[in-house]
């Protein structure tokens, strides 16, 4: 061996034994932070995550975490199947493959129109609806409210839950987290594995993360999406109807939409509390049959499932601003508003891209759900000094470009019958 060689690999030696060391050390500090901060959810999420390659939680994620199971209708609501195949066009599918779609699913009236599937995902698979479940958790509060369960959405949080009377946060009420405006401090990050976000994804005690929360500025007065409101939703409801969330679901929304598959909700633990913020697992076309009670004003077949006044209280827009300072025309109570086309948009949300968009005047239900959003997600918050840009896209602010994308290809269809 010459001397070059042996120098050479003396060299490499060293650098393997540095990086060892290194990653020795990273070990060791990554070990010792999550023992004395006590964050030991960041064992659940960097096996989960990181470990499989991914930088966040994934669509397919309900064997991770404990669930409850929310039985499927008796009496199954029949989709009539449009007689006319059609196909996506070649721009279309694409784009539908580039975003890492699992299904694109239209709905006009009783007929689904178009249904496509991607991958191994089927008619029979469940995916998680991420945030879109807040939208449900929200329709549950409707319900509770008709019941008489919870006597008016001004009702202080503090009327349910005890560690709400107090350090300010006696103002916050049931509104106030409905309309995303409680002033409380959470961050809603889908990146940073130190924020309440992902505490709250993978961690194992809800009911102590949103309710040590502190108020930090005055509720009602600007629109701040956090996931933390709609876990907090989840708690009232559960008080004030004692029952669990996913029983009270199923009594008085699965059941009586004609769902034909279970769904199931994560929970924090075994037999712990549901995470009401996200994590619904469902068929694509049991979201149809969701999207289609909100096309419906909240009846079923001519019966009032959510009282028709909720329904219209949900799509109005509170009179608030972003952080930014931009006028909140987006958002309602838990619910995702667009009125600046033909037809208002009312539409549920979740990251990666999963949508349930419901456009009553059309009689249009749009489902999709994949891994994967636009790169250019959202129309930005701040505006351009001008004057033709504001006008054009005022109302478009904080909505997701996708969905006009997919309306776009559900109108073609429509119009191509």
Not at 23 to 43: A, T
Not at 131 to 149: D, Q
Not at 163 to 174: D, H, L, P, R, V
Request: hydrophobic share 40%.
């Amino acid at each position: 061996m010459s001397k070059n060689q042996s120098s050479f690999g003396k060299f490499v030696r060293k650098v393997i034994r540095i990086k060892l060391y290194a990653l020795l050390f990273i070990f060791i500090s990554l070990n010792l932070f999550i023992l004395l901060s006590g964050r030991f959810y960041l064992y659940t999420g960097i096996a989960n995550t990181y470990l499989k390659g991914r930088m966040g939680p994934g669509i397919y994620d309900k064997e991770v975490f404990a669930s409850s199971t929310i039985p499927h209708a008796d009496s199954v609501f029949t989709w009539t199947m449009s007689s006319t195949k059609k196909q996506l066009d070649a721009v279309d599918e694409a784009f539908m493959e580039q975003t890492q779609t699992a299904s694109f699913l239209v709905f006009k009236g009783n007929e689904l129109i178009f249904e496509k599937y991607w991958g191994d995902h089927g008619v029979n698979t469940v995916s998680n609806s991420f945030s879109a479940a807040k939208t449900f958790v929200a329709l549950l509060v409707g319900v509770a409210v008709k019941e008489g369960k919870i006597k008016s959405l001004d009702d202080a949080v503090g009327n349910y839950l005890p560690e709400f009377n107090s350090a300010g946060k006696e103002k916050i009420t049931i509104r106030h987290l409905l309309i995303m405006s409680s002033g409380l401090d959470w961050e809603e990050s889908g990146k940073n594995p130190l924020s309440e976000n992902a505490e709250s994804y993978f961690g194992t005690d809800l009911y102590g993360l949103v309710t040590r929360q502190k108020a930090i500025e005055a509720p009602g007065k600007r629109f701040n999406y956090q996931s933390g409101n709609s876990q907090l939703l989840g708690f009232i409801i559960e008080k004030a109807t004692k029952t669990d969330l996913s029983k009270y679901a199923y009594d008085k929304i699965w059941s009586k939409i004609g769902t034909e598959h279970d769904a199931y909700w994560s929970l924090d633990k075994e037999n712990g509390a549901e995470k009401a913020f996200c994590c619904l697992y469902g068929t694509s076309r049991d979201f149809g049959r969701l999207g289609k009670l909100i096309a419906q004003n909240g009846a079923w077949e001519g019966k009032e499932i959510i009282p028709a006044w909720y329904m219209q209280e949900m799509v109005k827009n509170p009179k608030m601003t972003t952080e930014e300072g931009v006028p909140n025309l987006r958002y309602g109570l838990h619910i995702w508003t667009y009125y600046g086309g033909k037809n208002p948009v009312y539409y549920c949300r979740g990251i990666l891209g999963q949508y349930i968009l419901s456009i009553p005047a059309e009689e249009l239900v749009i489902v999709r759900t994949g891994s994967k959003r636009n790169p250019n997600f959202v129309i930005p918050e701040k505006f351009k000094n001008d004057a033709a840009y504001i006008a054009k896209n005022q109302s478009k602010v904080g909505h997701p470009t996708d969905i006009f994308r997919y309306l776009a290809i559900a109108r073609k269809m429509i119009k191509n019958q």
